[in-house]
C-alpha cells in the first residue's frame, strides 16, 4: 500500500480503479472511475471561473437531479476550450462507460484535469474503457487516486469513521491539485464517497457548509482553474436512520465531513507546485467580513510576500503593502502583525531589531501562522497559502512539454 494512503481505504459499497491509459505521454495512471454499487445520493461544488470546461458544465446539469452512480475522470486533458466536440465527447464517454455498469448515463458524472485546449484522446479512452470497469473492486479507491494526479508529488487520500443515527458511518475522499488553485470552492478534483443514508438535501447542505471551511480557505497561486470539480457520493450502505437538515444526526454528519475536507485542503495546498512552507494567513479585528477576507487574499496571493516565506525574509513591509491595496478601508497606523507569537510590526511601524532574529527562527519552519490585527472591528478572515519558489517556475514554464 502506498505510504499516503490510509489503511483500509474503502467504502462499504463503492467500487473504484485507476489505469494507465496513455493520456499522458508518461504512461502512469491517467483513467480512473468510482462507482456505487447502489443508487446514491450526489451533490457537487465547481468552479466560480466563467470559462467552465465540459466536464464541469455536464456534471453540474446531471447533479440537478440529486443522483449519481458513478464519476469517470481523467488527467492528462482538462476537456477544456473545446467547445462542442469536448461535450459531445463527454457524452460518449458516458454512454459507454454507462453501458458497461448497466446504468443511465445520466448517472454519470465527468471530471477532468490537464493541458487546457487539447481535446480528448476519445478513441485511446474508450478503447481502455473494458479495462477500466474490469478493474473495479473495493480496493481500487487507492488506484484512483494515483491516476487524478497531474504535478501532484503523491496522492491525497482521507478516511474517517463515526456513529451517525445509530450506525457507523465511513467518509473517504481522494484530491488531486498542485497548481492553479484559488478556488473559492474546491481546489481540481476531490471526490468523496459515504455510505451514510442521507436526503439530497441535506448532503448538498453539509457539502456547501465543509467547503466554506476547507477548499475555500486555501490559495497556491491565485489562479482558478476551469475545471474545480467536488462531488460527493453517499449510497445509504450504513443503514442508519436517514439524516435531515436540521438533525443531531446532520450536524454529526456534517462534522464528519466536514473534517474529511479539511484534512484533504490542507494535504492540497501542502502538495503544491514547489511548496516548501504552508502558511496560515490570520486577519484579525476587522470592521466586516468583507473587509477581513479582502485582506487575507490580498496577503495570501500576493506574489513578494509568497516569495519572502520561500527566502525565509521577515519581511512584514511586503504584507502591510498587500493590506494597504486589498481595498479594504483600513488604517494602516493601527495595523498589527505576528509571525507566530512573535511581534513584528506595532501600530504598522517596527517593532526593532531584536525581533529579526526570532521572526527568521518561525520563518524556516515548515508551517507556520501570520496574524495581522487591524484594530478596527471583530471580524476575522484565515487562508491557507504558500510560498513561491524556484520550483513552482520551472513546473509552469514547461507544463505542456
Known sequence: ?????????QVPGFLAAGIAAGIKKTQVKDFALLFSEDPATAAGVFTANRVKAAPVLLSRERLKSGKARAILANSGCANACTGKKGIADGQTLSRRVASSLKIAPGEVLLASTGVIGKPLPL???????????????PQGLADAAQAIMTTDTKPKAVISRDRVNGEEVTVAGIAKGAGMISPR???LLVFVLT?????????????????????NRITVDGDMSTNDTLLVLANGRAKNRRILPGTPGFKKFSALLSGVLLSLARKTVADGEGV????????????????????VRAVANSPLVKTAFFGEDANWGRILCAVGYSG??????????????VQVARKGQAVGTETEEPATAVMKKGEYTVRIRL????????????DFSFDYVKINASYRS
Open 123 to 137: 478513441e485511446i479512452m474508450e478503447g481502455c474503457l473494458p479495462a477500466l470497469v474490469s478493474s473495479l473492486s
Open 276 to 295: 516548501t512552507k504552508v502558511v496560515r494567513i490570520v486577519v484579525e479585528g476587522a470592521r466586516t467580513g468583507t473587509d477581513a477576507e479582502k485582506v
Open 185 to 187: 470552492m474546491a481546489t
Open 1 to 9: 500500500m502506498n505510504e499516503h494512503i490510509p489503511p483500509d481505504f
Open 328 to 341: 479594504a478601508p483600513v488604517d494602516p497606523d493601527k495595523v498589527d502583525i505576528f509571525f507566530d507569537q
Open 375 to 386: 484594530n478596527q472591528g471583530k471580524k476575522m478572515a484565515y487562508l491557507f497559502t504558500t
Open 195 to 215: 455510505d451514510a443514508d442521507i436526503s439530497a438535501g441535506a448532503l448538498r447542505k453539509a457539502l456547501n457548509e465543509g467547503v466554506q471551511g476547507s477548499f
